[in-house]
């Protein structure tokens, strides 16, 4: 008996490597569940506010985007340090608000339309003059449910 | 070699693993870990140029102004935001009915009222009636909190104003859901946050703050 004991422990057998594939993946399918795809690349430099009361926003399909902040280093000399709009990937102005909100809207299924969130992402050094003028354009298309996008403080 | 041929021969997962970790690193650099949080406001609709301004009392209104300075007054006098969040609870529950703050309608009256109209709401009806059922016949705030801001003014403070205004309403809503089912309202469920809400809506009025007229 302790012959044969002894044979088997003479070389240590080689830890099978099968299984690692299923690991990674399910720390990729862990990934790919808990993360979202950058909406966008940012013209705009955005640092989100800080608040209490913030709600996650839910059904993010629904959700589109308007990004207000100071440009970009790279593209101040071309738009100013003042604070601008960016819808998609671009640099817009106020006007195109409206035509901005039409299109997302074809973009989504009819019923689902009066459940839509427009996300104000909002660099915290604006002024609210160029918020206010947003929100006028907004409810002048009747996109009335919008979100003031925040962080939630850091919990000590 | 003619006995190998006879089986299929197996194939090499060692790369698989390879494969896997550049998916997964892939997800990692092109996503971003942040949920997308915020204050969610709905934002009162078109009124034509013509149309009146509904009538508010004076002391159903709590003026908070913001100032391009970046200071925030309540009713002409100035205060700190950590204190704006008691100020707006006050001026909601009007416990002692001071004639300064906010007047209140019980339940029961609402839903009187709704009665005696022409065509009563269905809707309305059997909300106050479950409200009476499963609540009791608390009274309902006719305040209005109204933010005005200057052009000039942070976004930063208008959030923390908000959030201030918006924190006040939660807490209230808090505690009358403790005090109805013993639950905070987040527990609740769906139809009992419908009647919490209806009894505490968050009535913050600011995208023209200039049309509330005063009596």
Do not use: C, W
């Not at chain 1, 998609?88 to 689902?112: F, G, H, M, W």
Request: aromatic fraction near 6%; hydrophobic fraction near 40%.
């Amino acid at each position: 008996m302790a012959v044969i004991g002894k044979k088997k422990e003479r070389s240590t057998p080689a830890i099978s490597t099968a299984s690692l594939p299923d690991i990674i993946f399910i720390l990729l399918f862990f990934f790919m569940v808990s993360t979202t795809i950058k909406e966008v690349d940012y013209k705009v430099i955005i640092r989100l506010p800080e608040a209490t009361q913030v709600k996650k926003l839910e059904n993010k399909s629904l959700v589109s985007y308007i990004y207000i902040g100071p440009p970009q280093r790279a593209l101040q000399e071309k738009y100013g340090t003042k604070p601008v709009i960016q819808l998609n990937d671009q640099i817009a102005s106020l006007s195109q608000i409206p035509q901005y909100v039409e299109i997302e809207r074809a973009k989504r299924p009819q019923a689902d339309v009066p459940k839509m969130t427009f996300s104000l992402k909002v660099d915290k050094e604006t002024d609210m003059g160029i918020v206010t003028d947003v929100k006028q354009e907004l409810r002048k298309v009747q996109a009335l449910k919008i979100n003031y996008s925040a962080r939630e403080p850091y919990k000590k | 070699m003619a006995r190998r041929k006879k089986g299929i021969p197996e194939i090499n997962a060692a790369s698989m693993a390879d494969i896997a970790f550049m998916l997964l690193i892939f997800f990692l650099v092109t996503t971003t870990m942040s949920v997308d949080k915020g204050i969610t406001r709905k934002l009162p609709p078109p009124v034509p140029p013509d149309a009146e301004a509904p009538k508010v009392k004076e002391r159903n209104v709590l003026s908070v102004l913001v100032n391009k300075d970046n200071q925030v007054a309540v009713e002409g006098e100035l205060t700190e935001i950590d204190a704006l969040t008691q100020r707006v609870k006050e001026f909601i529950i009007n416990p002692n009915d001071d004639p300064n703050l906010s007047e209140h309608e019980f339940i029961s009256d609402l839903l009187d009222k709704e009665m005696a109209k022409p065509n009563p709401d269905k809707n309305k009806i059997e909300t106050y009636k479950r409200i009476l059922d499963e609540i009791g016949n608390v009274p309902k705030s006719k305040g209005v909190v109204s933010l005005q801001t200057d052009r000039a003014t942070k976004y930063n403070v208008y959030i923390q104003v908000q959030d201030a205004i918006v924190k006040a309403f939660n807490e209230l809503r808090d505690e009358l859901a403790m005090q109805a089912y013993g639950k905070p309202y987040n527990e609740l469920k769906e139809d009992q946050q419908k009647l919490i809400r209806e009894i505490y809506p968050i009535s913050l009025s600011e995208a023209e703050p200039r049309r509330v007229k005063t009596k």
